[in-house]
């Protein structure tokens, strides 16, 4: 039986973004709320874990104490240069009540989960309110203060594992590939929108790592309008083999669902049924998984996809799978009572036309540069 634990507590509720900024903390609960009502938080090995705050000595082991001191006497109310030179106080990242305190408590529920999977406790643990994907050692970025998934990397790394970081959010994972850059004892891969349209910038396919890191940053920019079966191919003809020859101890998954279609900040058409296929594919391995939110900027949206990734990581997706509502809902729809999973996505022949030979041309690049230092 599969241990899951699904990381939240009510003190999450606390903190909000400025009303007219798009990160929505909202999202964790109403994923919740869903997972609930559907009793799918307890029983057969499942559980709810509240975060405990992630200290501040941990931080610094990604963080400088400059940028960390900088943060917190924002979050108190304490304007500086400094701090707006580190990021902090932009229109991406404002300051807001709380600010530190909740950066700093979602962060620890990846690195809650973190723990349970150090000490055997879960082989599942997903925390929605996670997956900072941008922040840097010293500079607020896309959102994210305080970079929790490069953390959990480097405190399993630290442990001994070998791990294996996946990021499927739309935009580039900057901030946890340039963390290990020179270290092969981390792979990072990325899927995310064309960088030359899309926020930060980077995570071109000639981006591959450097010194004994070389060929273990793996970056796949895929071109506006990439559909679910586009998307797959890229993931099995690239993810799936590196996975296999780099044998991992643990994944760290950065579950951003800001790829869906309609999102309002990317530019690509996927539905939820591209995650549960990748979910699958990540089961295949029998090796333990952190999962986190990230972005997802329709809230019901990106709600009902983790609520159905929550269901398949937590091993609950085949004896579900009808009740969730195969070929279920429109992407619009707030109804989620009528299943988990969207509605396939109805693709136009121009839009296979574009997609198809930009994806071919990327697998063609990414395989070139990254497989021979995997003897693929
Ligand atoms: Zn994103």
């Not at 085949?318 to 999973?341: C, F, K, N, P």
Request: glycine share 10%; with cysteine; net charge negative.
């Amino acid at each position: 039986m599969r241990k899951a634990a699904f990381i939240y507590s009510q003190e999450l509720e606390k903190y909000r973004y400025p009303p007219e900024h798009p990160f929505n903390t909202i999202r964790a609960r109403k994923t919740r709320q869903i997972l609930n009502s559907m009793g799918l938080l307890s029983g057969d090995g499942r559980s709810e874990i509240p975060p405990e705050p992630a200290e501040r000595i941990i931080l610094k082991k990604f963080h400088t104490a400059r940028y960390l001191h900088a943060l917190k006497s924002a979050a108190e109310g304490h304007w500086s240069a400094e701090a707006l030179n580190m990021g902090i106080g932009t229109s991406d990242c404002p300051v807001f009540e709380g600010l530190y305190d909740y950066a700093a408590l979602a962060c620890g529920g990846t690195l809650t989960a973190a723990e349970l999977i150090l000490s055997g406790a879960a082989d599942a643990a997903f925390n929605p309110s996670g997956g900072y994907h941008h922040a840097g050692p010293e500079r607020a970025s896309g959102f994210c203060y305080i970079n929790d998934v490069a953390l959990a990397c480097i405190i399993l790394a630290e442990a001994g594992k070998r791990v294996l970081y996946l990021d499927v959010d739309v935009h580039h994972g900057d901030g946890v590939a340039y963390a290990f850059y020179d270290r092969c004892d981390v792979m990072t891969i990325s899927f995310h929108e064309d960088p030359r349209v899309l926020f930060p910038g980077t995570g071109f396919e000639d981006e591959i790592g450097s010194g004994e890191g070389k060929g273990y940053c793996v970056n796949v920019p895929l071109p506006i309008g990439t559909y679910d079966e586009m998307y797959l191919k890229a993931f099995e003809s690239i993810a799936l083999p590196l996975i296999a020859a780099y044998d991992p101890d643990v994944f760290v998954f950065e579950l951003g669902v800001d790829a869906l279609a309609g999102d309002p900040l990317a530019h690509l058409c996927l539905t939820n049924n591209a995650y549960a296929e990748i979910i699958k594919h990540l089961l295949s391995f029998k090796k333990p998984i952190l999962s986190t939110g990230g972005g997802g900027y329709n809230v019901d949206n990106t709600a009902r996809a983790w609520a159905l990734a929550w269901s398949l990581l937590a091993g609950a997706g085949s004896e579900m799978d009808m009740s969730l509502g195969a070929g279920g809902v429109m992407l619009e729809s707030t109804d989620w009572q009528g299943g988990l999973r969207d509605r396939e996505f109805v693709v136009r022949s121009q839009q296979r036309h574009m997609v198809l030979p930009a994806i071919e041309a990327t697998i063609t690049a990414v395989k070139g540069n990254v497989f021979a230092f995997h003897r693929l």
